[in-house]
Nanobody
Framework: QVQLVESGGGLVQAGGSLRLSCAAS????????MGWFRQAPGKERELVAA????????HYGDSAKGRFTISRDNAKNTVYLQMSNLKPEDSAVYLC????????????????????WGQGTQVIVSS
C-alpha cells in the first residue's frame, strides 16, 4: 500500500501563488511516476501535471502550461506543484496520485494509469 497526503491548499486571490505538496509513504512505494489532478464541482477529473520516476520528465495539462511547475524530491518522497498567476477557474480539489509501476521516464496522463490517490486539498481562487 501507498499513502499520499496532500497539503498547501487554501484561499488565494487571483494572480497569487500556492505550492502544493504531496508526501508519499508505504512499504510498497518505490518512487514511480506521480501526478496532480484536479476536480471542480460538476466537472470531470483532469490532469494538471505529471512527472516521471527518473530524469524528472514532465507533462502539463493545457490549463497548467506556463503557470504551474511540478517537481519532486525523491529523498523526501515528496512531489510538489508550484502554482502561479492563479485564476478563479483554477478553483478545485487538487489530488495527488502515484503510479508505482510506472518507472523510468513514463508520465501517465490518465487517471486510470494511477494506482493510489490522496484525499485532496482544496484550492479556492477569489476574483
Amino acid at each position: 500500500q501507498v499513502q499520499l497526503v496532500e497539503s498547501g491548499g487554501g484561499l488565494v486571490q487571483a494572480g497569487g501563488s500556492l505550492r502544493l505538496s504531496c508526501a508519499a509513504s508505504g512499504r510498497t512505494y518505490n518512487g514511480g511516476a506521480m501526478g496532480w489532478f484536479r476536480q471542480a464541482p460538476g466537472k470531470e477529473r483532469e490532469l494538471v501535471a505529471a512527472i516521471s520516476a527518473s530524469f524528472s520528465r514532465r507533462h502539463y495539462g493545457d490549463s497548467a502550461k506556463g503557470r504551474f511547475t511540478i517537481s519532486r524530491d525523491n529523498a523526501k518522497n515528496t512531489v510538489y506543484l508550484q502554482m502561479s498567476n492563479l485564476k478563479p477557474e483554477d478553483s478545485a480539489v487538487y489530488l495527488c496520485a502515484a503510479a508505482p509501476r510506472r518507472l523510468g521516464v513514463a508520465t501517465p496522463l490518465l487517471a486510470d494509469d494511477y494506482d493510489y490517490w490522496g484525499q485532496g486539498t482544496q484550492v479556492i481562487v477569489s476574483s
